[in-house]
C-alpha cells in the first residue's frame, strides 16, 4: 500500500517531468546468436508452462492443433524453438489440462507423422482423457484463434468423428491472452530493442544521413534498412519516410521527395529481434540555414503541434484500463479530446511477438470511433502496446492543417495498473542541420 503511494507519486512525477531522453540513445549490442536463441527458449517454456492455467481460467479441457509444414497455425510461432523454423511434415499438438493422467506428465502432447499413425493413438489419447471441451482455433474474425487450415479441418472432421468433433468450442481470448502476454523477462531487452530503435532515429534523422537539396527520403528509407542489418536486426515492415504536408497523407507508401530545408520529416519503422517487434513514428526538422535565415530549431509552430500530439498520448494513457474494451477507451479519449479543444484520430495497437499483435485494438484508421469484434475485445495487463496516433494542428506560416504523427511502445506496470513508455517518447523534433554538415565535415552519402 505505502510501496503503491510513493510509486503513485513517482509515477506523477514523472508525468510532468520530460519523458524525451536526455542523453542521446546508443546502439545496444545484443547477444549472440547462440545466446539470444538459449533465452527465447526459456521465455518459450515460461510461456508454455501458462496454459494449463489459462485452459481452466476458461473451462478447456484440452487444446488441439493440427498443422502442416508450410501451414503452420498462428499459434505454433508463439509456441516454437528459437531454432525451428517451420512444422515438420504434420505436427499434431494437443495441450492438456489433466496432469494425473497423460503419459509422463508431458504437456503438449505432440506427434510428427505423415503415414496417418497419429489419429488411431490420437483417439485412444482422447478416449482415456475424455476431454469435455476440445478447443480449435476456428475463430471467423480473429487470426489468434483462427490457425486451423480448413484442409486440416477436414481431415480432423474424417479422423475424429461426431464422437469429438461435437465436443470442440471456439474460445478466442484463449488464444489471444496466450499470445499477448508477455514474460516479464522480456522487457530488458524490449528496452534495448527500443534503444537501438531511437539511436537509429537519432543518426538517420540527422545531417550525417541527410544533407537538405541532395538526399531524398527513399535515400534515407533505405539508409534504416542497411541499418538494420550492421546492427543484426530485421524488421516486418519496411521504413516509410515522408515530407509531411497537408496532402502527404496517409503516405503508406512514404514519399519520394527530394528533403529540403524547412521540411518537417517523418517516419513510421519497426524492428525485430529475439520474437520482439517495435513499431515508432517521428518527426524531424530540416533547419533553415540558408539564404541569411538562420534557425536554430524547430518553428514554435511545429512545437505547438507536437506537444498537441503528446497530450493525445497522455489522454490514451491515462485511460487505457485494463478490463475495459479498446472502444470503451475510445469513446473516453475522445470525448477528453473535445474538451480540451484537441482534434485528431486514436489508432492504436498491441504490439510484441507480432508488430500488430494479439489483444484488443484502439481505433482503426478507417475506423476511428468504433471498431467491431477487434475494439471490443478487453484490453490485457502484462503486455506491450505501440500508441499510434495523430493531432491535428493549423500552421498559419504555412497555411497548412498538419497531422503531428507519432508512434511510441508502451509496457503494463503491474504495481501501478498503468503503462509506461518503453524508452520514453518524442517530444523534441529531430533537427538536421546543413550548416553542421560543413563544419562537422559529413559528405553526401551516396545511395545508390
Ligand atoms: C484426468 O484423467 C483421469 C484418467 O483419464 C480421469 O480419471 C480424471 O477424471 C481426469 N481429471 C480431470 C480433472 O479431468
Ligand atoms: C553483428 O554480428 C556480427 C557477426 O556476429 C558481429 O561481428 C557484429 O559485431 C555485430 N554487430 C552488432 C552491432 O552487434
Ligand atoms: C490558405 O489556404 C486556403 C485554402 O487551402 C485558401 O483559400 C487561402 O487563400 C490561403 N490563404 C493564404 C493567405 O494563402
Known amino acids: 500500500m505505502i510501496l503503491s503511494f510513493f510509486l503513485q507519486i513517482l509515477v506523477t512525477g514523472l508525468a510532468l517531468a520530460q519523458l524525451h531522453p536526455k542523453e542521446p540513445a546508443i546502439y545496444q549490442r545484443l547477444p549472440s546468436l547462440r545466446e539470444r536463441a538459449h533465452i527465447q527458449d526459456q521465455w518459450r517454456d515460461e510461456r508454455i508452462s501458462t496454459i494449463p492455467s489459462l485452459l481452466k481460467k476458461y473451462n478447456i479441457d484440452a487444446w488441439l492443433m493440427s498443422q502442416r509444414e508450410h501451414a503452420e497455425d498462428t499459434i505454433w510461432w508463439s509456441t516454437k524453438h528459437a531454432t525451428d523454423y517451420d512444422a515438420h511434415r504434420r505436427t499434431v499438438v494437443l495441450f492438456h489440462a489433466n496432469k494425473s493422467s497423460l503419459a509422463g506428465h508431458v504437456n503438449p502432447l505432440m506427434w510428427v507423422d505423415n503415414t496417418g499413425q497419429v489419429w488411431p493413438e490420437l483417439r485412444a489419447t482422447l478416449e482415456s482423457y475424455n476431454p469435455k471441451r476440445i478447443l480449435l482455433n476456428t475463430d471467423r474474425d480473429i487470426a489468434f484463434a483462427a490457425g486451423l487450415h480448413a484442409g486440416e479441418l477436414f481431415v480432423l472432421q474424417e479422423e475424429l468423428g461426431h464422437r469429438w468433433m461435437s465436443k470442440t468450442v471456439n474460445e478466442p481470448m484463449l488464444a489471444v491472452e496466450y499470445v499477448a502476454t508477455k514474460m516479464s523477462g522480456q522487457l530488458a531487452y524490449y528496452k534495448k530493442l527500443q534503444e537501438t530503435v ?71 519503422f519497426g524492428i525485430t529481434a529475439m520474437g520482439l517487434n517495435t513499431d515508432t513514428q517521428h518527426m524531424a526538422y530540416v533547419l533553415r540555414t540558408s539564404d541569411d ?18 497530450r493525445m498520448q497522455d489522454i490514451v494513457l491515462e485511460n487505457m484500463k485494463v478490463g475495459l474494451s479498446g472502444n470503451e477507451v475510445l469513446r473516453v479519449c475522445l470525448e477528453q479530446m473535445k474538451r480540451e479543444g484537441i482534434e485528431g484520430q486514436i489508432f492504436s495497437h498491441p504490439i510484441g511477438d507480432w508488430g500488430h499483435d494479439a489483444g484488443s485494438v484502439i481505433g482503426f484508421l478507417n475506423l476511428p470511433e468504433f471498431v467491431p469484434v477487434l475494439g471490443e475485445l478487453p484490453i490485457l495487463p502484462n503486455t506491450y502496446y505501440s500508441v499510434e496516433l495523430y493531432a491535428y494542428h493549423f500552421i498559419s506560416e504555412r497555411n497548412e492543417t498538419i497531422r503531428f504523427r507519432q508512434e511510441e511502445n508502451v509496457y503494463y506496470v503491474e504495481e501501478l495498473n498503468s503503462w509506461q513508455f518503453v524508452r520514453g517518447r518524442q517530444e523534441r523534433f529531430h533537427l ?6 560543413q563544419q562537422q565535415g559529413f559528405t553526401v552519402q551516396n545511395f545508390s
Do not use: C
Open 432 to 437: 538536421i542541420d546543413g550548416r553542421k554538415q
Open 293 to 310: 535565415i538562420l534557425e536554430t530549431d524547430a518553428p514554435e509552430s511545429l512545437k505547438e503541434g507536437m506537444r498537441k500530439s503528446n
Open 198 to 268: 531511437w539511436a537509429m532515429l537519432e543518426e538517420g534523422f540527422s545531417q550525417r544521413v541527410i544533407h537538405p537539396g541532395v538526399t531524398t527520403t527513399k535515400d534515407v528509407e533505405w539508409w534504416f534498412l542497411e541499418k538494420m542489418q550492421e546492427q543484426n536486426v530485421t524488421t516486418w515492415n519496411h521504413p516509410r519516410i515522408s515530407v509531411l504536408t497537408e496532402e502527404s497523407y496517409p503516405g503508406w507508401e512514404g514519399s519520394d521527395d527530394i528533403i529540403r530545408e524547412g521540411d518537417i520529416l517523418h517516419i513510421d
